[in-house]
Structures are given as C-alpha cells and as structure tokens.
C-alpha cells in the first residue's frame, strides 16, 4: 500500500522553529524527488522547496531561502523539512508532493494529506 505521511506540524511562536517530516512507503521512494509545497487558508498552494533524488539539487521559494533546510534519508525513506525563525506567513498546512519537477505545485504520483504549521503569538 502507498502511504505518504506529514508529521511535525504544530503551534510555534513567532521567531520559532519546527521540524516537518515526510515518511513515504509502498513504492520506489530514493527514485524520485520531493517538494514540499504548502496552502494557507483562503489561498493556492504554493510551492517551498524541492529535493532530487540523490540530494545534490536543492531549491527554496525566496520566501523561505536561509530559514528553511530541505533534506532526505533514503534508507529511512524520510523527507525532512527544518523551519527556523518562523513568521505569522509561513502559517500553512504543508504537504510532500514526489514526483514532479521543482518550483510546481501540480500534484505528482504520490503525495501527503499535510500537517498544520500555524506560526502565532
């Protein structure tokens, strides 16, 4: 069975930090990269950020560059995504999206339900 799960989502402060995670299972998940994309209420999505299938190319939004760190484990088959020095705009439920090419928001072959990241004081 496919499953794409999100976790690590929550209520953080204004300035805080979280850390998102992406376990995926049921299919060939180290061939395939991964982007993280987010919707905030009343809004499209829009997509965070990006990671190849081996690691070695790595795209953010411009949004998020020098706050947000995407990385994978393969063996694992996590993707994570660290949120530092978080603001109210970054409030959003985001989700993997795996299978498609960066800075899209079109949903690939698999992808997760999400996890809520409200950013509030």
């Known amino acids: 069975e496919v499953q794409v799960v999100e976790s690590g989502g929550g209520l953080v402060q204004p300035g805080g930090s979280l850390r998102l995670s992406c376990a995926a299972s049921?299919?060939?998940?180290?061939?395939?990269?991964v982007n993280w994309v987010r919707q905030a209420p009343g809004k499209g999505p829009e997509w965070v950020s990006y990671?190849?299938?081996?690691?070695?190319?790595?795209y953010y939004t411009d949004t998020v560059k020098g706050r947000f760190t995407i990385s994978r484990d393969n063996d694992k088959k996590m993707v994570y995504l660290q949120m530092n020095s978080l603001k109210p705009e970054d409030t959003a439920v985001y989700y993997c999206?795996?299978?498609?090419?960066?800075?899209?928001?079109?949903?690939?072959?698999?992808r997760g339900q999400g996890t809520q990241v409200t950013v509030s004081s």
């Open positions: 999206n795996i299978g498609v090419p960066p800075f899209t928001v079109r949903d690939g072959p698999y």
């Open positions: 049921g299919f060939s998940f180290r061939n395939y990269a």
């Open positions: 990671i190849n299938k081996d690691s070695d190319m790595i």
